[in-house]
């Protein structure tokens, strides 16, 4: 769809609330998200294409700069195409476990267990590989520019992650580095750089998280506020 320039239109979506139910909203909310772990052990069920669809617009309505939205996700439930993502991801993790990854790296993830086997790639239903777009083809097939796009591809992958979340499924974002041969079995053009590759199904019966995996920082390790009692130094 074609928008006119500078074309505005009323806000209809915002809801007020009243401080109450903000703040009971607000809590509820946290609970909800504070629940939520990074899952290792992935039950096979299908997971319904409709909920993952669903999820997808509405990481789709996430804010990006310009607007331009410059992401693409591709969704593997293919066990073959699955089948080559674990072989050439755990390729990238035997070398990254045995020498190209800093001492100081391997001792920060000491506490999660991993290694590098990857069962779960295959595993789990549904794998979507998030692709984030250097640059927008006009239907005349010139190029744009895109803006923000770290920022705008990470704010739409948390969108999908809480959506995924809430509908009641389970995540894991797994990142093999370098990540290129990802465009090749999802066929996306080089231009675009694969960063994350998301896990997505079922937890697996019994299945087990890493206790450190819980452990967040309270409040008044990441958020400072700054009112005007404060003043300026």
Excluded at 55 to 81: E, H, K, M, Y
Excluded at 123 to 146: C, M, N, T
Excluded at 223 to 228: E, F, P, Q
């Amino acid at each position: 769809m074609t928008v006119p320039k500078f074309a505005q239109e009323p806000l209809r979506s915002f809801r007020e609330f009243a401080p109450g139910a903000m703040l009971e909203r607000a809590r509820s909310f946290y609970e909800e998200m504070a629940g939520r772990r990074s899952v290792r052990d992935f039950d096979s069920r299908p997971v319904p294409r409709e909920v993952i669809d669903r999820c997808l617009l509405t990481a789709g309505t996430a804010p990006s700069g310009a607007n331009q939205q410059p992401w693409f996700f591709s969704v593997i439930t293919d066990p073959t195409r699955k089948q080559r993502i674990r072989h050439a991801a755990e390729q990238e993790e035997r070398e990254f476990y045995a020498g190209r990854a800093p001492q100081e790296w391997l001792d920060a993830l000491a506490p999660l267990g991993t290694d590098p086997n990857k069962p779960f790639l295959e595993e789990a239903p549904v794998l979507v590989v998030i692709f984030a777009q250097k640059y927008g083809v006009r239907p005349d097939g010139s190029r744009f520019s895109h803006y923000y796009v770290p920022e705008s591809v990470g704010i739409a992958t948390g969108f999908l992650i809480a959506a995924l979340h809430h509908a009641g499924l389970a995540t894991l974002t797994h990142t093999p580095s370098p990540m290129g041969f990802l465009n090749e079995i999802c066929g996306r053009p080089l231009s675009e750089k694969p960063v994350i590759l998301l896990v997505v199904g079922y937890p697996k019966a019994g299945c087990l998280v890493p206790v450190q995996g819980g452990v967040k920082k309270p409040l008044a390790q990441f958020v400072a506020w700054l009112d005007a009692s404060e003043g300026l130094s």
